[in-house]
């Protein structure tokens, strides 16, 4: 494996790097999976009824609180029950859907194996920031996973309005790093998300860790976080 030279700082993704949901679903937790069966929900039409409230999520993304990050998933799960009429799911079974969402971290997130050893290890060596499309809710889970506190800087899409490969969330992050791009290096579990973080001039590092990631050819390949301390001069 080809070792990055000249490496000062290092972004991370957040899900599917450093952490997964135990459920399979950023969506839907095991709870509301008792609400919302996955069989139902693998229905074409329900599936064309989450889409549209995805995008309609994507198209308010510029948030502030976890209050309106909270109004905006009742939507989304009110939207996906209009689709499933004969589950008779209630006003209040979808606000404990959604209050599971927002508020429950120590149920619907984990760290995987190797994020807080591979974090002390590079803590102090290198700039660390994050680079996330995520929502206010993530804050208040970093500080209960206890991992905000190795980061120097991070850039949240909920903050800009916008999702990578927008360039504005790479130039926000380097910016807020005061690094040059190329001695910096950005892991994430997405090809096109590493596409957008080249262009700014990042070094990418695909990470596979999470299941059906596939090799891409021509970025740095690894299968774990623990990974990328074998791609740095350290």
């Known amino acids: 494996m080809e070792k990055l030279h000249d490496i000062r700082g290092i972004f991370f993704d ?3 790097t450093l952490i997964y949901p135990p459920s399979g679903s ?3 937790s095991e709870l509301a999976y008792r609400y919302f069966p996955k069989e ?5 039409s329900v599936r064309a009824a989450m889409d549209r409230a ?3 999520l994507d198209e308010r993304h510029l948030l502030h609180t976890t209050d309106e990050e909270y109004a905006q998933f009742y939507e989304y799960y009110r939207a996906v029950s209009e689709a499933l009429p004969e589950l008779g799911l209630t006003d209040g079974d979808l606000r404990t859907v959604t209050e599971d969402k927002v508020y429950n971290k120590a149920d619907n997130y984990r760290l995987f194996d190797s994020s807080v050893e591979t974090l002390k290890a590079v803590r102090g060596r290198y700039r660390l920031g ?3 499309d995520t929502w206010p809710s993530i804050v208040p889970l970093l500080e209960y996973l206890d991992i905000l506190k190795y980061f120097d800087c991070v850039t949240f899409s909920f903050e800009l309005g916008t999702f990578k490969p927008d360039q504005r969330m790479y130039q926000d992050a380097l910016s807020k790093m005061g690094l040059p791009a190329e001695n910096t290096v950005f892991i994430d579990d997405s090809a096109r998300n590493l596409e957008g973080a080249e262009k700014a001039g990042i070094n990418p590092v695909l990470i596979r860790e999470m299941p059906g ?11 774990r976080i623990s990974g990328i301390l074998e791609l740095l001069d350290m």
């Open 213 to 223: 990631i596939e090799p891409v050819e021509g970025i740095a390949n690894i299968d």
């Open 26 to 28: 950023w969506m839907f």
């Open 54 to 56: 995805s995008k309609r």
């Open 40 to 44: 139902k929900l693998a229905e074409p």
């Open 130 to 132: 994050i680079i996330s």
């Open 14 to 16: 957040l899900g599917g």
